[in-house]
């Protein structure tokens, strides 16, 4: 997570194989730890979540989370 003075951005690196057929899957399967931790960092540091996302290496890709 990135702590910063205007709000927390939490990032959540993933190794899973993903490709264009199961993506949309693995970000919803996530979703819910993702956001887990968002809250749970929000309540910790008393500061809002301003953007969460998913890192898949495989694809190199940023991706998200609403």
Same mark, same amino acid.
């Given at each position: 997570?990135?702590?910063e003075? &205007?709000? =927390?951005?939490? =990032? ?10 199961? =993506?949309?899957?693995? $970000?919803?399967?996530?979703? #819910?730890? $993702?956001? /887990?931790?968002?809250?749970?960092? &929000? ?5 809002? #979540? /301003?953007? &969460? ?5 495989? /694809?190199?890709?940023?991706?998200? $989370?609403?």
């Amino acid at each position: 997570a990135l702590i910063e003075e &205007s709000g =927390i951005t939490v =990032i959540d690196f993933k190794t899973d194989y993903v490709n264009e057929t199961n =993506i949309k899957d693995k $970000v919803f399967q996530y979703s #819910v730890q $993702v956001n /887990t931790y968002a809250k749970a960092l &929000s309540r910790i540091y008393a500061k809002p #979540v /301003t953007a &969460s996302y998913i890192y898949f290496f495989h /694809t190199e890709q940023l991706i998200a $989370v609403q």
